[in-house]
């Protein structure tokens, strides 16, 4: 076992089996806090390392409020007024992202960085939706309107559209919730970016939009070579990842390959999080009382202050030293790490 220290580069134990010049972005030591009126800072990220390789899928897994979007806000430099970065390096191809101006920045987003937001409510109401997918087109490439109409074509072809021309003239009230959805993806897609993030990407669709949204990454992750980050609180949403980050209160607490993580979770949160993901209301059809799984207690205030391991008030395998002691990511294998004494000197 390897025992991660302050020193190193933390992104190593989120990608072990993915070379460093393939990465399409490094994530090390990001911390963001919140500041809101009167109270005093709240700490929302802290330290977090990762790295994404070329045409890879990497799941971020966590219940709501535990940082996930925090961070991908973080890496697009989109945080609200309230948040501010006070340490990490953002590294896409070379570029540290925390070090470059606001022009640089909008040559990127959009165009070799894209984001789709959980609302698919976002798309202009009274704009055409072929419009709106040019309009990107148009902020980042120098092409004639005929070329940009092909080009939105083109995307809602491999967006599996069918009659794309009625779909480019329609308004988003003329579509179903899906098809909105997948008019976001176009819109992230366009310009063939080299990194896509989707927060929460099949929120509020029923289960077969659901999969077919997902089946769409996975095809143009093979068409185009494009990486993802795919953000959720639902293990269900995750099938199509390479690699999973599991978050826990603003810090990663496990890291392994899809099988790895949800198979055989280790960490004790990623554990009862995917124990309570499988269960479902016909597992007790006809039970007279039963209780539905959950996990006890509550996550930490990001206000306080906390010497221990974050998750110890609720673990059940809880040692004398999670009270004292902050545990290290340990490398328990050559895909895997995680943030837990079981693994390391307190085991």
């Not at 007024?81 to 640089?104: K, M, Q, T, W, Y």
Request: charged share 20%; with cysteine.
């Amino acid at each position: 076992m390897e025992v991660l220290h302050t020193d190193q580069s933390r992104a190593d134990l989120s990608r072990f089996s993915y070379s460093a010049s393939r990465d399409v972005l490094r994530v090390r030591d990001l911390s963001v806090n919140f500041r809101l009126d009167q109270h005093p800072e709240s700490s929302v990220v802290k330290q977090v390392s990762f790295a994404i390789a070329h045409s890879e899928i990497v799941g971020l897994l966590g219940e709501s409020g535990c940082g996930k979007t925090t961070t991908a806000l973080a890496i697009l430099q989109l945080l609200p007024p309230s948040a501010h970065i006070i340490s990490g390096v953002i590294d896409f191809h070379g570029e540290n992202l925390l070090n470059l101006g606001a022009n640089r920045l909008r040559e990127i987003r959009g165009f070799q960085i894209s984001m789709i937001y959980q609302d698919s409510s976002a798309l202009n109401p009274v704009m055409r939706v072929g419009d709106q997918i040019m309009e990107v087109l148009r902020a980042h490439r120098r092409m004639t309107v005929a070329q940009m109409r092909d080009e939105v074509i083109s995307v809602l072809e491999a967006l599996s559209f069918e009659d794309c021309d009625r779909i480019f003239r329609s308004y988003p009230h003329q579509l179903s919730g899906g098809q909105r959805r997948r008019i976001a993806i176009a819109q992230a897609f366009v310009c063939k970016p080299r990194l896509v993030i989707a927060d929460e990407p099949t929120a509020w669709l029923d289960s077969n939009t659901a999969s077919e949204v997902l089946a769409v990454f996975t095809q143009l992750r093979n068409l185009y070579e494009t990486a993802f980050l795919l953000i959720s609180h639902d293990p269900d949403t995750l099938t199509v990842a390479d690699r999973i980050l599991v978050m826990y209160a603003g810090q990663i607490v496990e890291s392994g390959t899809h099988q790895e993580v949800f198979d055989q979770p280790k960490h004790p949160y990623a554990r009862v999080l995917l124990q309570c993901s499988a269960y479902t209301p016909a597992q007790n059809f006809g039970a007279r009382r039963h209780r539905l799984p959950c996990i006890s207690g509550r996550a930490p205030d990001p206000y306080e202050s906390l010497s221990g391991c974050c998750f110890a008030s609720r673990c059940s395998d809880r040692m004398e030293n999670c009270d004292s002691r902050q545990p290290e990511l340990i490398a328990i294998s050559t895909d895997r790490s995680v943030r837990c004494f079981k693994y390391g000197d307190g085991a």
